[in-house]
């Protein structure tokens, strides 16, 4: 919870002007409900997604006003890989807010995962919204984005209806003080696996342009994901595993890694990835996030894992990362370090993982592959994760005693 309030934003030019912003009360005679409502569908990026759920990039507008038997939801989008986000908006002074909107809210996504997908899919393409754009199915209409495999949008859309899993947020044009109290309300929903949010959007303008507005998002209240079980039931590569298999491979609450929304939906996906990998990548993993830590270096789950180190000055770098498919690649190493050290790391990590190194054309650097110059995968790697670690503290070490390596 943040008890600051926004200050009067100053639009400063190198012409030489100087324009102090006016906040917009919403409601009152002016905007409206519906006006920030269709402002987020037409524009997205006004929701802080990435701030809440990282991997949750790419927002796609699905529609507006979708009907259901407790009302109809404001917001609804999905992402490219087939993530859900609703959003739930309203005016905080409105005297029904407080508990009733969350409640609501709430009320709306546990309507959603009663479905399965063509009962989903139906409910979308007969909103109106929907209709009198042409789209036939909801694959067509989340392809807008980018190229994606409908079989593998398909079943991500399932299952994240099948166990609950979706953004919910509350967004309003001032959220008061007892915001915390409306979250106690989330745990009446505990079967479900959603991360909730309240964001304030806050409205400014100029007086010269009163049709151009500056939306300033900010995040007054998140939990991290309601239900922490990284791996559901559901997974078929855990039904043949132990339950200290399963246990093992959990980021539980005296043993978790201090990783940025380690408990997130964010994670919980890129796990599942490494369970159908490998069902023991997950606990080798784990133990090797763990002994980094002592180095300063810290796991941030977004579309990736990315090991993330901050030098003494700040200076944030990105040692390697593993994508849900399996590869590996330290190619951003290099983007703030000189490639007298990075190349030497790349060299050294190939030669323990028993890896290859290529030069990218575009840079002249090392990047680590295999041997047909692709991505080598975490599975060649697992087992051999403490050199990793060696590799990694080299590369600090040789940071720290290089004044001018930054």
Request: proline share 4%; hydrophobic share 40%; with cysteine.
């Amino acid at each position: 919870m943040h008890s600051h309030q926004f200050s009067t934003p100053i639009l400063v030019s190198d012409a030489q002007y100087c324009i102090a912003m006016e906040r917009i009360r919403l409601g009152n005679g002016q905007l409206d409900e519906e006006w920030l409502q269709r402002r987020i569908h037409e524009n997205p990026h006004c929701l802080p997604i990435d701030e809440v759920e990282p991997a949750f990039a790419n927002l796609i507008p699905v529609c507006v006003e979708l009907s259901t038997p407790h009302g109809f939801i404001d917001n609804l989008f999905l992402t490219p890989t087939g993530d859900i986000v609703i959003a739930e908006v309203k005016l905080w002074r409105n005297p029904e807010m407080r508990r009733k909107v969350v409640a609501q809210a709430l009320d709306y996504a546990a309507w959603l995962f009663s479905m399965d997908y063509d009962g989903f899919e139906s409910a979308i393409l007969g909103n109106k919204t929907v209709q009198s754009s042409n789209i036939t199915s909801l694959y067509e209409l989340a392809s807008h984005a980018e190229q994606i495999n409908e079989s593998a949008f398909v079943d991500s859309v399932s299952r994240n209806l099948s166990i609950g899993r979706a953004v919910v947020l509350v967004v309003g044009d001032g959220i008061r003080s007892e915001t915390q109290a409306l979250v106690s309300l989330l745990e009446d929903y505990g079967n479900l696996q959603f991360t909730f949010a309240l964001i304030e959007l806050a409205v400014f303008t100029r007086r010269d342009r009163p049709g151009e507005y500056l939306i300033c998002p900010r995040i007054l209240a998140k939990t991290e994901m309601l239900r922490r079980t990284v791996f559901d039931v559901q997974v078929p590569s855990l039904r043949s595993s132990s339950p200290e298999a399963v246990l093992s491979s959990k980021t539980s609450k005296t043993q978790k890694s201090n990783a940025k929304n380690s408990d997130s939906i964010s994670s919980e996906q890129f796990w599942e990835a490494m369970v159908a990998l490998d069902g023991s990548l997950p606990e080798k993993l784990q133990l090797f996030l763990r002994s980094i830590e002592e180095l300063g270096v810290t796991p941030e789950f977004k579309r990736s894992l990315i090991l993330r180190w901050t030098t003494p000055e700040g200076q944030p770098i990105n040692l390697g990362y593993i994508e849900r498919n399996g590869k590996v690649w330290t190619n951003d190493v290099h983007n703030k370090l000189p490639g007298t050290l990075t190349d030497h790391y790349v060299r050294q990590l190939a030669s323990i993982v028993g890896g290859s190194t290529t030069t990218s054309a575009s840079s002249g650097r090392l990047n680590l592959t295999d041997d047909t110059g692709g991505g080598i995968l975490i599975t060649a790697v697992a087992n051999k994760l403490d050199g990793w670690k060696r590799c990694i503290a080299t590369l600090i070490e040789s940071i720290r005693n290089s004044p001018d390596a930054l």
